[in-house]
């Protein structure tokens, strides 16, 4: 990705914004971006996110692939690669409940995986609420998104 086509926060927002041509992204799903405030009874935190380190896509993929990869010694780039070829490089969706929603923080108690920072934070409706940044280790029940208002200020206005 160039340097170029990255668009950043200028203040302790824990947010970026990538544009890429349009041609990179046919076929990829877009998600609806909540507008207003989260209210309402459906108070449900639905998290996506990618698990990371070569342990955990391994864990999760074909054992015969596995086998070939571990003969052959793949490098983990190899790995990775292979393992997006072959379609086994899946989210994991988690879900449970919004705690404290604040102007600059969302906190809500579904699990999130190591490396799901900048994953989606949904709402009940499937309209993307957060972007998931931060975990607290210490205490599980509590992990934080960036409100996705924050992220639509980055995005170019509609033509």
């Known amino acids: 990705v160039p340097t170029a086509s990255i668009r950043l926060r200028d203040d302790e927002l824990d947010v970026a914004v990538v544009e890429l041509p349009p041609e990179a992204l ?67 969706i ?13 906190t809500y108690d579904a699990p999130t995986t190591h490396g799901g920072s900048g994953g989606p934070v949904l709402d009940g409706d499937g309209q993307v609420v957060a972007v998931n940044f931060a975990i607290m280790r210490e205490f599980t029940g509590s992990n934080l998104g960036v409100p996705i208002r924050w992220a639509k200020e980055l995005l170019p206005a509609p033509k």
């Open 94 to 106: 988690t879900q449970g409940t919004f705690s404290n929603v604040q102007e600059r923080v969302i």
């Open 26 to 92: 046919e076929g990829v799903p877009v998600l609806a971006l909540r507008d207003g405030p989260l209210d309402g009874d459906d108070q449900r935190a639905i998290v996506v996110g990618y698990p990371t380190g070569l342990a955990a896509m391994l864990a999760r993929a074909d054992t015969a692939l596995v086998a070939s990869l571990q003969e052959r010694e793949a490098s983990m780039a190899d790995v990775i690669r292979e393992l997006a070829a072959t379609g086994q490089v899946a989210p994991v």
